[in-house]
Nanobody
Framework: QVQLVESGGGLVQAGGSLRLSCAASGLTFSACTMAWFRQAPGKERELVAAIRWSGSSTYYADSVKGRFTISRDNSRNTVSLQMNSLNVEDTAVYYC?????????????????WGQGTQVTVSS
């Protein structure tokens, strides 16, 4: 019954912005540590950002720090990733991930639940 569904991906020019959203259902969202991963063409999947269940702390990969912002709305069971100043290297499939009562190694994981991914393509 657990589902994580991403939306908001698309094509954007370098320097532009996109906002990704992940809608969660079938779990106790308020108890979930959530994260965004991405996998670029020819590269391995990498952690982009994470947010604690309480929203009290966040993590960002060095490559996106200062440009991306992760947030959550527990009333709507959603987690978002605001992406600004996008560059070609940000092109990837972006995945939403989460775990209830996270017991892994924060923020790397492992994460129990995963979305299907949404494509982000940044053109120059």
């Amino acid at each position: 019954q657990v589902q994580l569904v991403e939306s908001g991906g698309g094509l954007v020019q370098a320097g532009g912005s996109l906002r990704l959203s992940c809608a969660a259902s079938g779990l106790t969202f308020s108890a979930c540590t959530m994260a965004w991963f991405r996998q670029a063409p020819g590269k391995e999947r990498e952690l982009v950002a994470a947010i604690r269940w309480s929203g009290s702390s966040t993590y960002y990969a060095d490559s996106v720090k200062g440009r991306f912002t992760i947030s959550r709305d527990n009333s709507r069971n959603t987690v978002s990733l605001q992406m600004n100043s996008l560059n070609v290297e940000d092109t990837a499939v972006y995945y939403c991930a989460g775990s209830e009562y996270f017991r892994g190694s924060y923020p790397l994981g492992p994460y129990k639940y995963w979305g299907q991914g949404t494509q982000v393509t940044v053109s120059s």
